[in-house]
């Protein structure tokens, strides 16, 4: 199956999409999902522009540019990754997909659901669409539910976003 890379840029604050920064971290990133193999890269700052993403459901944040983006890409599994990780490297994301594809599941690391590889398969969809519209469950048990394997990170301060957080 065939992959694409989402910038997820609206995950970050306002001000920082906004700097200097970040228009140098789009390039970056860009670049990074390319050479992971995306075939094809959006960014998730729900908008209606070219080469942007819109959520489905706005303002449901990580799971919200998943379910968009698994509709959107249907016959490509997903690398997500956020624009504020300016540590991440080609390396982490390279091992983060191969994991996923050998395992044929979704995938992420154990201390934080970004980046994030998704298996796009109809039922991932499905599920992904259920508990949007049904709003059943917080986001770490829905993330769970569609077998997403956790892999340990060799160097988990890779990890942090701008602010020195997780996602």
Known sequence: MKLAGVIAAQLCSEAWRH????????????????????????????????????DIYPGKGLLSILHSAAYHFEGHNILLLALDMPKVDKTMLQWLVSTGKAQQCSAHFRTSLLPFYLHNDGMTREYLEHHLSNQTRPLGRVISGISACQIMAHEPHRLLNVNGGSY
């Open 19 to 54: 700097s200097a920064m970040a228009e140098i971290e789009s390039n970056r990133v860009l670049q990074l999902l390319r050479d992971c193999g995306a075939a094809k890269v959006v960014i998730s700052s729900n908008q209606f522009l070219a080469g942007n993403l819109p």
